[in-house]
């Protein structure tokens, strides 16, 4: 007879941080719920949080280190894998120098306690500068723009979504992703909450999602074309009053010395002169602003729509002066900053762009991170400083950045290449060995990352739900490793952090960071002795105090963005509104590419298609259900059409993270839902040359259906093919 047992956990496989609970009977998972007594999710999971099962229980999931030889893959102990790995760095770079070797940081590793906390081992024991992350497909405006404006990358504010009376949404569909940059479970209830409270929720997409299905009111905009509106909406602010009126009592706007400057910041983009390229009138723009301004108290919200588009930086930087102007930042309501538990931004370096430049595109690093863009050209463009070498740990870019085909190619012919991942994926079947760490219900859990997005200050720990095998290993030990056999001449502090790491594991660092938080009397102690988590309040005001700058004043940079308007009015001049524009899209089944081989969240409708208008349809005599080829500059896919008018007219969507088709995947279900790959339609020549961040949103394609059952059948067989 099975004795069942009850843990408390937080879910780790998106940014909600949603409290679960799980019984289970000491081997296997019986039910995952969601925690009513969580203080922060309050019952709420999504679907995804049964993917935790899922994950720990596939067969697919590799249980030791495999090398690729001529027969195959085949089993090899950890000694053995890790002397593998240890001297196939050590061969690369004796022979092509320190930076030779390349490493990419993919999105999972931020929901991983371990990770977060020792990846620097590994980092500081490679020693090459040729290191790229999953930053340069994502957030990394928001990151820019709070190093310049606050004085650390990491002190983002985030909406005050549970006390705001209007929330303006961007480029955002925080219903699938469950805030992103923005840490909020059950986004559904509270915009719900907003509208209750007689407040007004309004989404501007060129789709309208699920976000804008439950909105006030939803605007179609252009895709790319988002800088234009926050232009006009900036102008506007200044042209209706609004921001002298604001500026009475603006306590942040007081902290801007460059302030006034702003004024004439957009005076050459009124809302007239935009409406008919973003594809939203000028009263309409009027208006949004008014409401915006005169609400009781606002916030606007942009996310990666806005971020990965050749003006990403610019436009989230335009986000961020309207709440200023507004007198929206930092004030109950508007856009705050959390206070979390453990503080990573009064730990941690502030950041800079550009201290070095990519080899072979010229692009600026981040923190010490080139552009994804810039990875295949590194590896395929022969020269002095050509990667030879790589190290993927938890990502997958094949799929998850641009032109994935080109990568694909690059990854081929590299000289040596090892991958920390627990599938063969699309990008570690090209691994020489892949180290695969335990699965997340096998190790401990403390979200480092996300409290400091949180809508509401909260702390939580999850203790290991099942212990791992005596031969696994977690990734902080796959690191130490690594790093006994690369840096046997690390400083003696060094040396002595590992040891204590090796030991005591992270938790001994999770208790040091908690010990020197903001909060009184905290510990990981506190934490456990509260299972169900703590709550540590609503978001407050932190200005100045918690501006980074020495001058205690938010620096606004204003020569640094304003330089980019030539490059706006260039677009002006030549924008072309015959093209058809692909966007990506999400959904709440799914997180990028690494949950598509639970079967619980792929079944069901099949949603890799291509959306688009009726009127696209109809103009390229596609219907419903029909094969289309899409094709961009850089690649072709074959996909079937979903006509709806979720889309704006000119706009086609397909969804990110699908594309497993390739040969070598070793991930069933996932195969048997292939779908295809959109960022093998996205170029990586397309870029925001501001920040760098890959632009995939608008990217120019076009359309042609397959019109005869002989060409379906001969796709459909090339497919299967490449399947088998």
Known sequence: MTTEKTQFRTCNLCEAMCGIVIKHDGEKVLSIKGDKDDPFSQGYICPKATALQDLHEDPDRLRQPIERTRDGWRKISWSEALDKVAQGIQSIQKKHGQNAIGIYLGNPNVHNLGGMLTIKHLLTTVKTRSRFSATSIDQLPHHIISMHLFGHMLRIPVPDVNRTQYMMIIGGNPLASNGSIMTAPNMRQKLKDIKARDGKVVVIDPRRTETADIASEHHFIRPATDVLLMLAMLNEIYLQGYAKRARANNRAADLAPEIERIAEFAKDYSAESVAAITGIAAPEIKRLVKEFCEAESSVCYSRMGVSVQEFGLLSQYLVMIINIVAGRLDEVGGLMFPNPAVDLVNNSGPGYLGKRHSRVSHLPDFNGDYPVVAMADEMLVEGEGQLKGFITVAGNPVLSTPNGEKLDKAFAQLDFM??????????????????????????????????????????????????KPKEAKHDWQIYLELAKRLDKKAPIATKIERQLIKNLGPKFVLDQGLKRGPYANMSLKKVKNNPHGLDLGPLKPMLPKGIKHKDKQIHLHVDFYQADLE???????????????????????????????????????????????????????????????????????????????????????????????????????AQAHAGVSVNDLTDDTLIDKLSGNAAVNGVPVSLQAVESEAESTEINAVEDRVVA
């Not at 760490?437 to 909260?458: C, K, M, Q």
């Not at 072709?636 to 397909?654: F, Q, Y």
Request: glycine share 6%; net charge positive; hydrophobic share 35%.
């Open 567 to 669: 490059r706006v009015a260039k677009m002006v001049a030549h924008y072309d509104d015959s093209q058809i524009l692909l966007i990506g899209r999400r959904h709440v089944r799914s997180n990028n590419s690494w949950l598509h081989n639970s079967y619980r969240l792929v079944k069901g409708k099949p949603r890799c298609t291509l959306m688009l208008h009726p009127d696209t349809a109809k103009a390229h005599n596609i219907v419903d259900g029909q094969l289309v080829k899409v094709t961009s500059r850089v690649g072709e896919v074959t996909i079937t059409a979903e006509v709806t008018d979720e889309l704006m007219p000119g706009v086609v969507s397909i969804p990110h993270g699908f594309g497993h088709g390739r040969s070598g995947v070793k991930q069933k279900i």
């Open 418 to 467: 090892f991958s920390i991942d627990y599938y063969v994926t699309e990008t570690s079947r090209h691994a020489n060995i892949i180290l695969p760490p335990v699965s997340p219900l096998e190790r401990d859990h403390y979200d480092i990352t996300f409290n400091g997005f949180a809508v509401h200050n909260v702390a939580k720990y999850s203790p290991v739900l099942f212990e």
